[in-house]
């Protein structure tokens, strides 16, 4: 399988999130940066192939679609994804596990919920920090997750980690939607701001997150970036 068909031969999900079916689905995003690490990990293209819903998280992956195929793509962002599974559960009185983070995350996240959506019930476990989870490790992940049946898993381990655990576990999980949703734990628990609405609006969070976090975003954006716009002209071109 070619690593280039994500954005020409995509299921890039372009509809309102209402549409989303109640049953088991795996969500991924997709943006410039987990494109470019799909071009050389083979494992991970294939994830983001046979996810249920591939959302266009990021406004370079929207042009490249209109460039490459036509197709008007609207961007929807993981944490477009969070709040609308979140006013759904808050309105049908759900629950939700959050998988991934520091406990000092997850407390946050979960005070917050208890404040902006007490319908809501809400459980979390912050995993080791380790490049790879034992089969042990996934073992305590999954007992813990199924032992508290919820609606809805978000993940935030970041990509392609996230993306990886979650369709190899996928099949063993007693949840219906699974979000891998990344940095949006630390937006919600307000330990990394997000760009505003305004910048956002523009299509230069990139450019916001890269001057908050230069040191840990200055590959990403200033190597990435370019990397980017090469494999989409290329694409375009071959």
């Known amino acids: 399988m070619s690593n280039t068909f994500l954005i020409a031969k995509s299921k890039l999900f372009n509809q309102d999130l209402q549409s989303l079916p109640d049953h088991k689905l795996l969500i991924s995003t997709l943006n410039a940066?987990?494109?470019?690490?799909?071009?050389?990990?083979?494992?991970?293209?294939?994830?983001?192939?046979?996810?249920?819903?591939?959302?266009?998280?990021?406004?370079?992956v929207v042009i490249a679609s209109y460039f490459l195929t036509g197709e008007k793509l609207k961007k929807i962002a993981?944490?477009?994804?969070?709040?609308?599974?979140?006013?759904?559960?808050?309105?049908?009185?759900?629950?939700?596990?959050?998988?991934?983070?520091?406990?000092?995350t997850l407390k946050c996240i979960?005070?917050?919920?208890?404040?902006?959506?007490?319908?809501?019930?809400?459980?979390?476990?912050?995993p080791p920090y380790k490049a790879e989870f034992s089969t042990e490790d996934s073992k305590i992940m999954v007992d813990k997750i199924n032992s508290f049946k919820p609606d809805i898993l978000f993940i935030g381990m970041t990509a392609p980690k996230q993306e990886k655990w979650a369709a190899?576990?996928?099949?063993?999980?007693?949840?219906?939607?699974v979000c891998c949703i990344g940095a949006v734990f630390d937006f919600y628990a307000g330990t990394i701001k997000r760009a505003p609405k305004l910048v956002i609006?523009?299509?230069?969070?990139?450019?916001?997150?890269?001057?908050?976090?230069?040191?840990?975003?200055?590959?990403?954006?200033?190597?990435?970036?370019?990397?980017?716009?090469?494999?989409?002209?290329?694409?375009k071109i071959f």
């Open 201 to 235: 609006a523009f299509g230069m969070e990139w450019f916001y997150r890269l001057i908050k976090e230069p040191h840990r975003m200055w590959r990403r954006y200033l190597l990435g970036n370019p990397e980017f716009l090469w494999f989409v002209i290329k694409e």
């Open 78 to 104: 993981g944490e477009d994804l969070f709040f609308y599974e979140m006013n759904r559960l808050s309105k049908n009185g759900g629950s939700c596990f959050f998988l991934g983070s520091t406990e000092n």
């Open 168 to 177: 190899k576990y996928l099949p063993e999980l007693n949840v219906k939607h």
């Open 33 to 60: 940066y987990c494109y470019n690490i799909a071009q050389k990990d083979s494992e991970y293209s294939e994830v983001l192939y046979k996810s249920d819903v591939l959302l266009p998280d990021g406004i370079s």
């Open 110 to 126: 979960s005070d917050r919920i208890k404040s902006d959506y007490p319908n809501v019930k809400v459980q979390t476990f912050s």
